[in-house]
């Protein structure tokens, strides 16, 4: 009996700082949000309780037009980084010998030693009308005058895979490292060719890992705003950009906090539909039989 | 005709010889395994035959043609591999369906193939089942069927039983013998415990560091062994060392390193008085008894323990010389009347005493 309380109160104590972590760093301050977001102002300090804030969401196509637009890019962003991803992960867990193995692996990791802020720097000092790629084009004499390669989506989208690329691989090399080469061998040996064996076999085998790793990428390309904002500027149209406009910029709370939950709420709903259109469920990607 | 031969076959990681030179032909129908201790290149002779690995000189043909262009998924060789390598992804029925669907069979005849292999190895009603839900013995017999559906010239089986307890080892033995009987196809069984090859197989390859030492069948490799590696690997044998005294008529005289002198027969080993010997003697060969007739080497011990194992109990009996010697006895029979401590007085026939020239030390 005695020995079962301790074990309880050892789990409790395990348990705390994390659950104090999520209840007041995750669960409250979004209850807050929505707390926020319902509110409508009458006047100063004067609220009632309304939806007039998502009224006024669906009633402004800016807005809706911002919001699906970055769900698209994040999609399009996703899709990019599982292609240059997946072969990455596959030649470090698979083809690279044993022994190179972690040493490619922390190099894939040392981009993350660089604060984002500084990568994004670095494509602009790349990508500027006087960066070096533009200066480099015009000294080879492709290109007559400067050319200015920031502020449009490509850049976006590029600069985006760029910084979660790396969220891609790492599950997909743990998930293809789990996978016996005589999987693959008797793939080949039962008559299948390279493509059958890479379809029926590898891509199946790496699902759950595929499954994880688009839906971090897709979280954090939906949720970042530094990227966008350096190198897509004012026309990135961004939706984190939105939410920070209305908090900081107009000191409208309560149409920021709105927004804060629309993105939550948005992104969960396309993570949902990419599970249910792939047949995935989000437990086979965490725990493996 | 043969479904399989090897000529002169040959693969080199950088300067080690993995496979030296090995021939082999198999005929149709049979079940013909390889016998070796790890790391004598016999899984690698496995991988060349399904084409993972590039021969470095010789040839291989299925069906008298050489596949060496071929790659795997083009040669009619089906392999069960030793961790079986059952598609985790995949269902049963769609495992075995798997190959069937690469050669881009219809799927009435997918579905009908499938049934009737399944039927075969009498697993009728596991189609829909995750392969998870199998024991370990179905799991081996699906990994079979899987192949078989394919109809394969050659099964090639890579140590397939390691992975399975003792007691489902020795019934999957027995099961695999009959499959193959049932299939009639020719199966190559790569092994290292040799009573998988000496139960199963109709015709055995000893393989030892890349070279094959002897092909036989079970009984001419128990019986006469062509080399002491043989010898030694394959059952169990008393060893002695010795030197040679004086040959006459294919008979060897030789005065062990316990000083007791034994006559062995020594066929066709290069032996010359003078010559360290190596000496072999199965235990199921030494008989208690008192008589001794011209033919024979006589020792005289104490019994030392008896090790019982049903059919296959032991005496350990210390000779005279201070040496250990296994004797087979008969453990079943209830009275027997051997017990530790009893004087012994062993003997064999020369006929069943093997030697060898020893390896240079």
């Given amino acids: ?289 | 005709m043969y479904d399989l031969q090897c000529e002169n076959l040959t693969k080199r990681f950088g300067a080690f010889t993995a496979v030296d030179g090995v021939s082999l032909e198999i005929p149709g129908g049979s079940f013909f395994s390889i016998l070796g201790p790890s790391g004598c290149g016999k899984t690698t002779l496995m991988r060349m035959i399904a084409g993972f690995e590039d021969p470095s000189s010789g040839d291989i043909k299925i069906k008298g043609r050489s596949v060496l262009g071929s790659p795997p998924n083009k040669r009619n060789v089906k392999m069960v591999f030793q961790h079986l390598a059952l598609f985790p992804m995949m269902n049963v029925g769609e495992n075995i369906a798997y190959g069937l669907r690469c050669r881009g069979a219809s799927k009435a005849d997918i579905t009908r193939k499938v049934g009737a292999v399944l039927e075969r190895i009498g697993l009728p009603d596991v189609a829909q089942k995750q392969i998870h839900q199998l024991s370990g013995g179905q799991k081996q017999r699906i990994a079979i069927a899987r192949c078989m559906v394919l109809e394969p010239d050659v099964l090639l089986l890579d140590e397939p039983l390691g992975a399975l307890d003792l007691k489902l080892r020795e019934r999957m033995k027995i099961e695999l013998k009959l499959l193959q009987h049932q299939f009639d196809t020719t199966f190559l069984y790569i092994t290292h415990d040799q009573s998988e090859a000496l139960v199963m197989s109709d015709h055995v390859a000893v393989m030892n560091a890349g070279k094959f030492e002897q092909i036989g069948t079970p009984q001419e490799l128990y019986h006469n062994p062509r080399t002491a590696f043989v010898a030694g690997f394959v059952g169990d044998s008393n060893r002695w060392h010795g030197k040679v005294n004086r040959i006459s008529n294919g008979e060897a005289e030789i005065v062990t390193s316990g000083g007791d002198t034994i006559v062995a027969n020594c066929g066709a080993s290069a032996l010359s008085p003078g010559d360290s010997a190596e000496i072999f003697v199965r235990p199921d060969c030494i008989a208690f008894g008192g008589v001794r007739r011209e033919t024979q080497n006589t020792l005289t011990g104490t019994v030392d323990s008896l090790l019982f194992n049903g059919a296959n109990s032991r005496a350990l009996v210390r000779i005279d010389s201070r040496e250990l010697i296994e004797v087979a006895i008969n453990g079943v029979d209830r009275s027997s009347p051997i017990k530790p401590g009893d004087p012994a007085h062993l003997n064999w026939a020369f006929a069943d005493t093997q030697c060898f020239p020893a390896k240079e030390r």
């Fill in chain 1, 1 to 289: 009996m005695l020995q079962k309380d301790a074990q309880r109160l050892s789990l409790l104590l395990l348990l705390t700082p994390f659950l104090l972590w999520i209840l007041l760093l995750v669960v409250l301050p979004q209850l807050g949000i929505v707390g926020i977001s319902l509110r409508e102002k009458v006047g100063p300090r004067q609220f009632t309780f309304g939806l007039a804030n998502y009224l006024a969401f669906v009633q402004e196509p800016i807005y809706w037009n911002t919001l699906l637009r970055t769900a698209v890019m994040s999609i399009l962003v996703t899709f990019l980084a599982l292609l240059v991803g997946f072969p990455v992960a596959y030649y470090i867990a698979k083809i690279a010998p044993y022994r190179s193995q972690t040493a490619l692996f922390l190099l894939c990791l040392v981009p993350l030693w660089v604060s984002d802020l500084v990568r994004a720097f670095g494509w602009i000092v790349l990508l500027r009308e006087t960066g070096l790629i533009s200066g480099a084009l015009q000294a080879i004499g492709i290109i007559k005058g400067p050319i200015e390669l920031l502020y449009n989506d490509a850049t976006v989208v590029v600069g985006l895979v760029y910084t979660v690329v790396l969220f891609m691989i790492v599950p997909l090399v743990s998930t293809l490292n789990g996978m016996d080469n005589s999987l693959l061998e008797a793939g080949h040996n039962l008559g299948g060719s390279r493509i059958t064996v890479f379809r029926r076999i590898v891509v199946p085998y790496a699902m759950p890992g595929i499954v994880a790793g688009c839906i971090i990428v897709f979280m954090m390309t939906a949720g970042s705003y530094l990227t966008p904002i350096l190198l897509g500027g004012k026309n990135s149209m961004w939706f984190t950009e939105q939410i920070y406009d209305q908090f900081i910029t107009r000191y409208n709370w309560e149409s920021g906090a709105t927004f804060g939950v629309l993105l939550l709420a948005f992104t969960s709903f396309v993570v949902w539909l990419g599970l249910r259109l792939t047949g995935q469920k989000l437990a086979t990607t965490v725990a493996k039989d």
